[in-house]
């Protein structure tokens, strides 16, 4: 069983830098490909970022790609999103996903979510 929950949001202004981390409480976190996936006010979710199982391999959407790092430790059961020079638009709450199999970008293949946590962006 996977239980995801996601930490380390907060209101920080533009231009900063912010670390997500979701954390699995079950055993079985080495086997499941983990998605970041965000929701702004008003707006469907979004798909952030992805990694596979061992970590060699990350998927990033364009809106964030070259500014957001998605990494995991297996040792640690736990999936991080580090988030550099963030933007208003950034604004919404960020979920973590596991699903088995290889990384995907659509929210209808994950399993697993966790609860979300807010991160708001002030100009």
């Known amino acids: 069983q996977v239980q995801l929950v996601e930490s380390g949001g907060g209101l920080v202004q533009a231009g900063s830098s912010l670390r997500l981390s979701c954390e699995d409480s079950?055993?079985?976190?080495?086997?499941?490909?983990i998605g970041w996936f965000r929701q702004g006010p008003g707006k469907e979710r979004e798909f952030v970022a992805a990694?596979?199982?061992?970590?060699?391999?990350?998927y990033y959407g364009d809106s964030v790609e070259g500014r957001f790092t998605i990494s995991r430790d297996n040792t640690k059961n736990t999936a991080y999103l580090q988030m550099y020079s963030l933007k208003p638009e950034d604004t919404a709450v960020y979920y973590c996903?596991?699903?088995?199999?290889?990384?995907?970008?659509?929210?209808?293949?994950?399993?697993?979510w966790g609860q979300g946590t807010q991160v708001t962006v002030s100009s």
């Open positions: 990694i596979n199982l061992s970590g060699g391999s990350t």
């Open positions: 079950g055993r079985t976190f080495s086997s499941y490909a």
């Open positions: 996903a596991a699903r088995s199999g290889i990384p995907k970008d659509y929210v209808d293949k994950y399993d697993y």
